[in-house]
């Protein structure tokens, strides 16, 4: 146990100066099958192995080995958006369902290796799907449910999946959402997919298709309840989880077994403080990194209770959480900025209707908490007495990097304060020398860390490319966020560096919608830029040019907004649409963003205009805003 900052310090040194002792350690808590020969294989950067030739199961760890003494403590309590929806499955429970559906995908032939398609709305099912893919060595490939088909299609593809598991519907704040049918469509175009595993959640009418379609609840019966784990090598992938680049093509973040198991194991019990009666609710949807890690395995792999919630934040009404967090007496919660954000704008009265006293710990994640909503969060919903955990990591780290531990490292409201355990942070020059404190530059992890990311599925050259080209001579880990430390040598994180904008906590890429707005037949051509929202942290603004024939106008853009909500998903809905008959470039050709984000923001454009190509366009660009 930890309790000063110096006794962290102390054990801070010792992981960034032993790491092979550090984390050779924290995996002996593990199950093995076979011990590991060697904690860390660096030999072949940026490649790591860790645990090599240790044979481990990520499924095994999170239930079997808590059989015997939490076997009938709750693993997962649920409650589904329409309010009576509740089902809680204790760790023994659990187990018996997993081992079922990873019989069921063995009889469908099902092999370890193998990728799966999954596309669920945030129900136990979910969960259950993905330890059953863990359980076998197959590696599931979560897409969340509020993307769209050509999206879906991108995704499976990509990862050459063979099966697709979903539902035939979700709700969120009341309205149906009809998965099966979107899966309908993507599958069109999908031609490694073999069969498709649908799940009854909102028993909304949709077609099955002969020989490819099966109903959960019928492959379930009479499945097996028991389901020997694979003794699976460390370095087994375990998932692939599709994340914004600065390009248009989501990169497939490729994430191994033993590493990642030992990463987010060991976040969770520090960052949480997590006690053995808690109940612990991370809000976020599983179809992101931070559901995976600190929904379910995380949370399970420590034997705690982890809570799910399947729906809107304001359905029925605007004290929802807060409900839910009187009714199951939560003692963890872990949200993102944006969530706060349209918290604080709801009023203090839906909070204050409900008992709050179990929280002891708030955790927030996504994306710079701003001091403001810092404040509201300790105060209104932490009553003054919980301390906050402002998390920064990626889905890349695959687990928490930065982070104060709770009740020992003294918070800043809006700083992720210091590295966890075996992180080498640091804040850099373009030539990768470490800048003196109040000096921002570029984030970087100088060594390897358990749980980092292996490579980008099917395309190691971008992996080395996006990642560590840029201080290749050095070996470190490129972010792609800038940061300062402040002059008690605190992390400040300020924001990305790339194209990559941060949506209410969700990555997207600037390049992924203006492709999606210059496929639509008006368009041709389109830039869009990030400006600062109120709730959503940033929204998305698009310049368009549309061509001859077209005509602007709000009906245009609402049928643009429309168009990229079906190509990309409602996150990527641009909330501003400008049209305008050109676009501010450089005279090589470039689209100068920066001005274009002064535009979007509604401030004068400051600093070097030299190498603009056409004043002119500017001009015009902000007359119109005036019109
Ligand atoms: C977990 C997650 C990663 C990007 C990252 C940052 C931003 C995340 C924080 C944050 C400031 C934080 N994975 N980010 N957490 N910025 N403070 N505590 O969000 O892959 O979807 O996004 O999010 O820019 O690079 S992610």
Redesign the pocket.
Known sequence: MIRTQEEYQQLYRKSIDLPEKFWGDVASEFHWFRKWDRVLNWENPPFAKWFEGGKTNLSYNCLDRHLAARGNKPAIIWEGEPNEDRRVLTYAELHREVCKFANVLLNQGVKAGDTIAIYMPLVPELAIAMLACARIGAIHSIIFGGFSAPALVDRINDASSKFVITADGSWRRGNLIELKKIVDDALKNTPTVKNCIVLRRAANAIDMVSGRDLWWHDVMTGASEYCSAAELDSEHPLFILY?SGSTGKPKGILHTTAGYMVGTHLTTKYVFDLREQDVYWCTADIG???GHSYVVYGPLSNGATTLMYEGAPNYPDVDRFWSIVERYKVNVFYTAPTAIRAFMKWGNEAPKKHDLSSLRLLG??????NPEAWIWYHEIIGGGRCPIV???????TGGIM?TPLPGITPTKPGS?TFPFFGVDAAVVDDKGEELPLGQGGFLVIRKPWPSMLRTLWGDDARFREVYWARFADKGYYM???GAVRDEDGYFW?L??IDD?L?VS???LSTMEVESALVAHEAVVEAAVVGFNHEVKGEGVAAFVTLGPGFEKGTKMADALKKHVRDMIGAIAAPDQIHFSEALPKTRSGKIMRRLLRDVANGVESKGDMTTLEDLNVLAKLRQQEEE
């Open positions: 994340t992101w990194v931070t927030s994640v996504g994306e710079p908490i402002d998390t920064w990591w990626q889905t890349e930065i992720a972010a792609g966020d994180i924001g990305r990559v941060n906590g969700h990555r």
